[in-house]
Every structure is written in structure tokens, then in C-alpha cells.
T-cell receptor, first 115, second 115 residues
Framework: SAVISQKPSRDICQRGTSLTIQCQVD?????MFWYRQQPGQSLTLIAT?????????ESGFVIDKFPISRPNLTFSTLTVSNMSPEDSSIYLC????????????FGPGTRLTVT | AQSVTQLGSHVSVSEGALVLLRCNYS??????LFWYVQYPNQGLQLLLK??????LVKGINGFEAEFKKSETSFHLTKPSAHMSDAAEYFC?????????????FGSGTQLTVLP
């Protein structure tokens, strides 16, 4: 299994500002993902963070709003830009383990509140 | 395309009673199926997974699930609920022939355990 840490664990931010969330994995992984979990909702995939190339975004998410970096095989950042109260969510980093079943592991999440 | 339906957004059981959380999936190819648990203020933890081996899958904390192709179901059960089982449970599906990013989550079931 993979151990994933995220920073910060929570934050309260003002409308119009940006927050960068860090994800660190204890081993090299090929695939890293960012998910959003809005209050009382399930998880929605934002994007796949690709090492050495641009992230792949899902429908409804754009790079200008959620820029992602992946400088190496153990680290990624997600920035939530120009925040509004609608961005208040838990943001989770996830990685895929080895093996045919593509078991996914999740970080503890970053709880973001935008006021 | 694939999807997951979790019947019952909230389930309450008494301590010591059977836990049954329902999950039905839709997938055009044989699926990989997962159950995750999310404790308050934490990330997601993998409970168990089905990857086309045994149809009855045993997971952590005494949970198990049975893959029933004819019913397109993957219900989660535990013979005797503990107070510590109170959490949100998510069923997820991935196509066995798709890329890892195609992990689709259900809407979640909040389990309450009554003393």
C-alpha cells in the first residue's frame, strides 16, 4: 500500500484568493489523481496529474481554475484559484497501486472553507 | 459507460445487528468493484475489492461482499455491527479494460450504529 500525506489538512480562505494543496506519497507511483468531495456528496474526479506533462482534466474542470503540478513521481500540487464559496469542499489526492486491479489509495484530504 | 447506485443514503442498525449496505453497478465489461469507508474528518480507506477471482470477498474489520453478476450487485455485509463502524461507505466500480481514471463512485451510505 501507499502512504499519502496532504498539506494543509484544512484551511479557511477568503473569496478571490488561491490555495495550493500539496500531496506527498511515500513511494513512486505512475498515476496520481485529484478528487473533490463537496459537502454531503460523493467523490468527483477533477484531473489526473501526469508526471512530465500537463494534467488531464475531467469534464467541468479547467486548468485555469485548478492548475496542477507533478514535478516527480512522489509529489503533486493542486491549486484552487480565485475561490468562491462554491469551492468549499474536501480535496483528496489519490494514487494507483501496483497490480492488475489498480487499487487506489487516498490521502486524508484537505478541508477547504471559502468565506 | 459505468455507474454505481447505492440504495439508501442513510442506514441505521443496532449494535450487534447485521449490517447490509446495497450497491448495484452498471458496466459494459466485467468490472472491478470496491468498497471504501470514510470515517469523520478522514480520507477514504479501502475495505475490500473484487477483481474477478472469488465472488465472496472478505475485507478488513469483519466486512465482506458478494459479487452477483446476475443481479449486478456487490452488497456489503457484516454479521455484527460495532459502534466503531459508524462512517460513510462508498461503493466504486472500474472497468477491467479501462484506464485507472475511470473509477466511478456511488453517492455513499451513511451508517449509524445505535447503542
Amino acid at each position: 500500500s501507499a502512504v499519502i500525506s496532504q498539506k494543509p489538512s484544512r484551511d479557511i480562505c477568503q473569496r478571490g484568493t488561491s490555495l495550493t494543496i500539496q500531496c506527498q506519497v511515500d513511494s513512486q507511483v505512475t498515476m496520481m489523481f485529484w478528487y473533490r468531495q463537496q459537502p454531503g456528496q460523493s467523490l468527483t474526479l477533477i484531473a489526473t496529474a501526469n508526471q512530465g506533462s500537463e494534467a488531464t482534466y475531467e469534464s467541468g474542470f479547467v486548468i485555469d481554475k485548478f492548475p496542477i503540478s507533478r514535478p516527480n513521481l512522489t509529489f503533486s500540487t493542486l491549486t484552487v484559484s480565485n475561490m468562491s464559496p462554491e469551492d468549499s469542499s474536501i480535496y483528496l489526492c489519490s494514487v494507483v497501486g501496483l497490480g492488475i486491479s489498480y487499487e487506489q489509495y487516498f490521502g486524508p484530504g484537505t478541508r477547504l472553507t471559502v468565506t | 459507460a459505468q455507474s454505481v447506485t447505492q440504495l439508501g443514503s442513510h442506514v441505521s442498525v443496532s449494535e450487534g445487528a447485521l449490517v447490509l449496505l446495497r450497491c448495484n453497478y452498471s458496466s459494459s465489461v466485467p468490472p472491478y468493484l470496491f468498497w471504501y469507508v470514510q470515517y469523520p474528518n478522514q480520507g477514504l480507506q479501502l475495505l475490500l475489492k473484487y477483481t474477478s477471482a472469488a465472488t465472496l470477498v472478505k475485507g478488513i474489520n469483519g466486512f465482506e461482499a458478494e459479487f452477483k453478476k446476475s443481479e449486478t450487485s456487490f452488497h456489503l455485509t457484516k454479521p455484527s455491527a460495532h459502534m466503531s463502524d459508524a462512517a460513510e461507505y462508498f461503493c466504486a466500480v472500474r472497468s477491467s479494460s479501462g484506464s485507472a481514471r475511470q473509477l466511478t463512485f456511488g453517492s455513499g451510505t451513511q451508517l449509524t450504529v445505535l447503542p
